[in-house]
C-alpha cells in the first residue's frame, strides 16, 4: 500500500522541530530527511499513478495530438515502436487526468511521418499490463519506472502543426535532427551502430548479434553512456578549454577567474554531452559526481570521494524518485562505490596496469551479487575483454569519434576521406571481443546473491592489502565461495504446482521431493519475446532448480513450447516427452536426449502420482496434446492439464473414463486457455471442477476466454482464475490441505493499487 505523502511530510516536519530541542539531533535529523525522501517519493508516485486511462477507452479508437519524444526503434513486423508525449485528447477524457506518455507501436508506418514530429494519431490503447511471477522480467515495472500509463498501436498518423512545440518538444526535435545527421554522415559505415551509440547515446541500430556479444563479453557498459564517457569529456574541455584560455594576455585574467571559467566550460561541456545521450540516469550520476569534483579543485580544496558520491547519489534520487527501479541506477552507483573503495586512500601509487586489473576484479567481483539478484548473468569473459576493451575505447575511440564529428560538422569534404578510419578502430575491437568470447569459458558455478554478497565482501575487504596480498583475495574468496551453503530444492521446495503467467499460452511447473517436472514452456516469437528466457527460466532458478527432470510439452504450438531449444541451452533437461514428436524433433535437431511420444501412462513424482493420457486417432494439432493428471496423495487435491484438447478429442478423454476416482479438490486448466472449440458441456459436467484456471492473455485478439465457456463452468460451481488477472497461481499442498496464492497479492502498489488493470480485470 502507497503511504499518503501529507503525513510523511507532516511527520519529517514533527521530527525536525523535535531534533531541535533534544540531544539526538544526528539521528532524529537523519530519520527527518527519510521521513522528507519517503513523502517526496510517494508524492511523485501518487501523481504518476493519477495517470489513468478509463478502462471505456480500451481497445477503442481514440484520437489524441503531441509529439514524438524520443528516437523511434525498428521492431519486428516492419513496425516502428516510440514514445510519444500527448498534449491533448481531443473530448475524450473530462473529468480525469489522461496519460501523459504513450509506449506505442506502429506496424507498416512511415518512419518519414515520425521525423515531422508533431503529430495527430489515430490509436487503440490499453492500461499497463504485462507478465507477473515471483521472478523473471516485469513488463509493468518497466513502464511504471519510464512513465508509460498506456500502451497501443497506432492506426494513422498525421502532420499537425498546431501542437504545441516548448522546451522538451525542441530538445527531442533536436535530438531527432542530430541522430539524422549523424546517420547520413556516419551511416554508410560498418560499424555505424557502435558508432551512434558513442557517439551520442543512439542504439536503435544495435542488431541482436551486437547485444549478444556485448552481454557474452561483459562489454554493455562500453554503450550506456556513462561515467567513463563523461569523465573522458571533462578531462578534454578542461585540457583544451585551460590551454586556449592561457592564451589570452596574462592580465585579462586572474587565477582565479581561469578556475571559474574552466569549472563552467567543463560542466557545460558535460551536460551538453548528457543532453545528446538522452539525460539517462548513468549520465546524471556522472554529471553530478564531474560538477562535484570539478568544483572541489576549483576551490583547491582536498577532494573527498565519498561526499561527492552521496551528493550525487541524493541528487538523482531528489531528481527522479524512481532511479532505483532501473538497474542501471544500482549497477552505475555499485561500481562507483567499488572503485572508490579499492583506489582511495591507498598508501604508494598504482602503476596503469596493475590499477587497471585491480579495478577489473574489484567491479567483477562487487557487481556480481547485484547481478545476480537483477537475475542477470555475469560472464567470464569480462575479466579479460574489459582489460583491453576500456583503455581501446578511452584512448582510440572516444577521442576518434570526437575528432570526426568535429572535423565533419565544420569541413566534411576534408573529414569524409579519414572517416573510414573508424570502421578500423572499432572493427578491431570487435574482433578482439568476437575473439574472447570465442574462447570456451566454463559456466560460472551458480550461486544466490546471499553467497556471492559474501565471496564479494571478502574480496573486497583484501583487495584494500597491496598488491601482493590479491592472489590471498582470489583464495580466500574461493574458499568462502565454496563453503557457504547453497539451498537445494531437495531441502527447500514443497510440494506444489504452479501456473505460470506467460500471457496467452501455457506453462506449469510441478515441484516435489527435490524433483521437479515442468508442463509446455509458454509462447515465444523468434527475435521478440520468449517466456523461456523471461519467466520459466527465472523462476526455476529463484527456487534453486538447476536441472528439470522431466520436460512435458503437450503439443508442439508456439503458444505451449515456444524456444524449447533456448530452455536446453539454459537449463539440463532429463527426459523430453511430448504428443507431436516429430515436430519437437525438427526444432530440436541436436537435443542431447530423445523426443518421446506421449504414452498412457502412470508413474509417481514425489508425493504425486501422474495420469498421462493421449489420443489413439489425434497425432498432429491440438487433438495431438498430451494430457496429464496431477493428484497428490496425501490430501487428494488433482489436477487436470488438456493442452490444447477440442471438443472432438474431449470426448474420446470422456469415454476413455480416465478419471474414474472423485478428488477431494479438482483444479482444471480451461482446455485452449478457454476457447469455444473446448469446454463441451459433456467435459465441463463430468469433471464439474472446483477451480478453473484460465491461461490468457490480457486483452488478447482472441478474446479467451470465451462467454459461453465461462458460463458453463460458473454453472457447475467452479470458481474462475484467469492467470492475466492473477499473475501466476501457486497451489501448495500438504495432508491438511490446499494453500493458494496469486502473484497479484504479492505485487507492488503501481501493479496492485485500486483502480489499475488487475484490480478491475473481474475473473471470469
Known amino acids: ?33 527519510s521521513l522528507a525522501g519517503m513523502a517526496w517519493a510517494a508524492w511523485h508516485a501518487e501523481t504518476r499513478l493519477a495517470q489513468r486511462l478509463p478502462p471505456s477507452l480500451e481497445g477503442q479508437p481514440v484520437i489524441v495530438r503531441g509529439y514524438v519524444c524520443d528516437l523511434p526503434t525498428p521492431g519486428r513486423f516492419q513496425s516502428l515502436r516510440f514514445r510519444f508525449c500527448v498534449t491533448e485528447w481531443p473530448g475524450q477524457t473530462q473529468g480525469i487526468h489522461p496519460p501523459d506518455t504513450l509506449r506505442l507501436s506502429w506496424y507498416r508506418g512511415s518512419a518519414e511521418t515520425l521525423r515531422r514530429h508533431r503529430l495527430q494519431l489515430d490509436v487503440v490503447l490499453k492500461r499497463p499490463h504485462g507478465a507477473l511471477n515471483a521472478a523473471g522480467f516485469r513488463y509493468e515495472d518497466w513502464l511504471f519506472r519510464h512513465g508509460y500509463r498506456a500502451t497501443g498501436s497506432v492506426r494513422s498518423a498525421a502532420f ?49 548479434e551486437h547485444w549478444a556479444l556485448l552481454k ?53 561541456g558535460c551536460l551538453c554531452y548528457a543532453l545528446v545521450a538522452g539525460f539517462t540516469v548513468p549520465t546524471r550520476r556522472a554529471l553530478v559526481m564531474v560538477t562535484i ?30 532511479a532505483p527501479l532501473d538497474p542501471g541506477f544500482w549497477l552505475s552507483f555499485a561500481a562507483v562505490a567499488v572503485l572508490l573503495w579499492v583506489l582511495v586512500g591507498r598508501l604508494g601509487p598504482v602503476g596503469w596496469l596493475p590499477g587497471l586489473i585491480l579495478t577489473q576484479v574489484a567491479v567483477f567481483a562487487g557487481l556480481w551479487p547485484i547481478l545476480a539478484s537483477l537475475e542477470q548473468g555475469q560472464p567470464l569473459a569480462g575479466l579479460v575483454a574489459n582489460l583491453f576493451a576500456i583503455p581501446w575505447v578511452s584512448v582510440l575511440v572516444m577521442p576518434a569519434l570526437a575528432l570526426a564529428a568535429v572535423a565533419m560538422a565544420l569541413a566534411p569534404g576534408l573529414a569524409e576521406p579519414v572517416v573510414p578510419g573508424l ?33 564479494a565482501a571478502v574480496l573486497l575487504l583484501a583487495l584494500r592489502l597491496p598488491l601482493p596480498g590479491l592472489p590471498v583475495a582470489v583464495l580466500l574468496s574461493l574458499l568462502v565461495w565454496w563453503w557457504s551453503p547453497v539451498p537445494s530444492p531437495a531441502s527447500t521446495a514443497t510440494e506444489s504446482v504452479t501456473v505460470l503467467d506467460v500471457g496467452q499460452g501455457l506453462s506449469v511447473m510441478i515441484q516435489a521431493g527435490g524433483h521437479v517436472l515442468v508442463y509446455d514452456t509458454g509462447p515465444a516469437v523468434d527475435g521478440v519475446f520468449s517466456s523461456v528466457t523471461s519467466t520459466l527460466v527465472p523462476v526455476l532458478r529463484s527456487r534453486g532448480i538447476r536441472r528439470i527432470d522431466h520436460l512435458v510439452l503437450s503439443h508442439a504450438d508456439q503458444d505451449h513450447a515456444g524456444d524449447v531449444a533456448g530452455l536446453l541451452a539454459r537449463m539440463p533437461v532429463g527426459r523430453i516427452e511430448t504428443g507431436e514428436p516429430e515436430r519437437i524433433r525438427e526444432r530440436l535437431p541436436e537435443a542431447p536426449q530423445p523426443v518421446l511420444p506421449c504414452r498412457r501412462r502412470r508413474e509417481t513424482l514425489g508425493g504425486f502420482d501422474l495420469l498421462f493420457w493421449h489420443s489413439r486417432h489425434a497425432q498432429r494439432g491440438n487433438d495431438a496434446s498430451c494430457v496429464l493428471i496431477v493428484r497428490h496423495r496425501a490430501s487428494g487435491v488433482e489436477w487436470v492439464l488438456p493442452g490444447d484438447l477440442t471438443v472432438t478429442t474431449e470426448q474420446e478423454f470422456l469415454r476413455d473414463d480416465v478419471l474414474q476416482e472423485s478428488p477431494a479438490y479438482r483444479i482444471v486448466i480451461a482446455p485452449h486457455h478457454g476457447s469455444k472449440t473446448s469446454s463441451s458441456p459433456a467435459w465441463v459436467t463430468h469433471l464439474a471442477p472446483n477451480l478453473v484456471v484460465y491461461s490468457a492473455g490480457y486483452r488478447h485478439r482472441f478474446g479467451h476466454p470465451h462467454p459461453s465457456v465461462t458460463v458453463r463452468y460458473r454453472a457447475v460451481g467452479a470458481t474462475a482464475l484467469n492467470t492475466a488477472c492473477s499473475g501466476s497461481l501457486t497451489f501448495s499442498v500438504a495432508a491438511e490441505g490446499l494453500d493458494i496464492v496469486e502473484a497479484r497479492s504479492r505485487a507492488p502498489f503501481w501493479i496492485s493499487a485500486p483502480g489499475l488493470a488487475r484490480s478491475q480485470c473481474g475473473q471470469p
Open 423 to 455: 570502421d578500423v578502430l572499432l572493427g578491431g575491437l570487435w574482433q578482439l571481443l568476437a575473439w574472447v568470447a570465442s574462447w570456451p569459458w566454463p559456466e560460472p558455478a551458480y550461486a544466490g546473491a546471499g553467497t556471492l554478497g559474501l565471496v
Open 293 to 322: 569534483a570539478s568544483w572541489t579543485l576549483l576551490c583547491a580544496r582536498e577532494p573527498r570521494p565519498w561526499q561527492s558520491f552521496f551528493t550525487a547519489l541524493g541528487l538523482v534520487l531528489m531528481a527522479d524518485p524512481f
Open 216 to 268: 557474452a563479453t561483459g562489454t554493455v557498459h562500453l554503450v550506456a553512456i556513462s561515467g567513463l564517457h563523461l569523465g573522458l569529456v571533462a578531462l578534454a574541455v578542461a585540457w583544451l578549454s585551460r590551454r586556449l584560455l592561457l592564451m589570452l594576455p596574462v592580465s585579462w585574467l586572474s587565477e582565479r577567474t581561469l578556475r571559474r571559467l574552466v569549472f563552467f566550460l567543463v560542466v557545460a
Open 1 to 33: 500500500m502507497l503511504p499518503a505523502w501529507t503525513w510523511l511530510a507532516g511527520a519529517a516536519i514533527v521530527v525536525f522541530l523535535i531534533a531541535s530541542r533534544r540531544r539526538a539531533r544526528v539521528l532524529a535529523a537523519l530519520l527527518a530527511a
Open 160 to 208: 499537425d502543426p498546431a501542437v504545441p512545440c516548448h522546451g522538451h518538444c525542441r530538445y527531442a526535435l533536436a535530438r531527432q535532427a542530430l541522430a539524422d545527421w549523424v546517420e547520413a554522415r556516419f551511416g554508410a559505415l560498418d560499424q555505424y551502430p557502435l558508432i551512434a551509440s558513442l557517439m551520442i547515446g543512439n542504439r536503435q541500430a544495435m542488431s541482436e
